[in-house]
């Protein structure tokens, strides 16, 4: 994270503001997975999430105040395709890459360059297991890009960030159960200068999930899990021929049940 820090000088604003966010979703996912005794890995994967519960406080840098509570609606849609790869000789270290079409919800439905997001990531994921026990660490290059018209000093068409995730997993003897848990850090890495913190890139997410997966059979499996998420975002508004800025500091707090079915063959 160090390496990718700006070092632009900090930027003086016109105008701030603070907005927090309190939201509570369920989640539904299915994965398929190919394997072949080679090593490689490819899946398909599909993941639904319905906001339950989403409020917003706060003032925008504007001037405007957030009070806005919404019930339950469709949230997102994450379809994925990706492929891994692992070494049968190293199988403790692990490259995949993939592609993920996503579709937000509460956008304009009209204009699909408002709703749609296209993203491309790619990591490797190293791993110590023992015998009741696998402690991996993963890093993942992510970025996000849109088709919609953007103002390039606020926003980027194309946003990449590192995600740091740890995580370990562990067997239960004679139970078809595993519990997993994890932690997971995510760094911006090209935010604009307007939009960076004191000058620097900045951490927007920190995700934490603990859950049980469940094997059904040889080959299918079911995951519950509870996530924990703190965002971080710094929304910017330019007026004025570039002489006047805003800023509003966004603070997300996610709490998030869901279900996975796998299935690997």
Request: charged share 25%; proline share 3%; net charge positive.
């Amino acid at each position: 994270m160090a390496v990718f820090a700006g070092m632009a000088n900090a930027v003086t604003y016109d105008a701030t503001g603070a907005t927090s966010e309190q939201k509570a979703q369920l989640r539904v996912e299915a994965e398929f997975t190919k394997k072949w005794r080679n090593g490689v890995r490819l899946s398909l994967s599909e993941e639904l999430r319905f906001d339950m519960y989403d409020r917003m406080q706060g003032t925008t840098a504007k001037g405007l105040v957030a009070d806005a509570t919404n019930g339950p609606a469709f949230g997102k849609s994450y379809t994925s395709v990706s492929l891994a790869y692992a070494h049968p000789h190293f199988p403790y270290l692990k490259a995949d890459g993939g592609y993920t079409l996503r579709i937000l919800g509460r956008k304009n439905n009209v204009d699909y360059n408002e709703y749609l997001r296209h993203r491309v990531f790619f990591g490797v994921t190293g791993s110590y297991k023992t015998e009741l026990t696998k402690i991996y660490l993963r890093e993942r290059f992510i970025c996000d890009m849109r088709t919609d018209s953007v103002n390039l000093l606020e926003k980027n068409k194309y946003d990449w960030v590192l995600r740091s995730r740890l995580g370990a997993t562990f067997t239960v003897p004679g139970k078809p159960v595993k519990p997993y848990v994890w932690v997971e850090l995510e760094n911006t890495l090209n935010a604009p200068m307007y939009q960076r913190k004191n000058g620097r890139q900045f951490i927007s997410h920190v995700r934490t999930q603990a859950g049980v997966k469940w094997r059904l059979t040889k080959m299918s499996s079911l995951d519950f899990y509870y996530r924990f998420q703190y965002g971080y975002d710094r929304d910017i508004n330019i007026t004025h021929n570039k002489g006047y800025i805003q800023l509003t500091e966004e603070k997300q707090y996610l709490h998030a049940v869901g279900i996975a079915y796998n299935l690997d063959w």
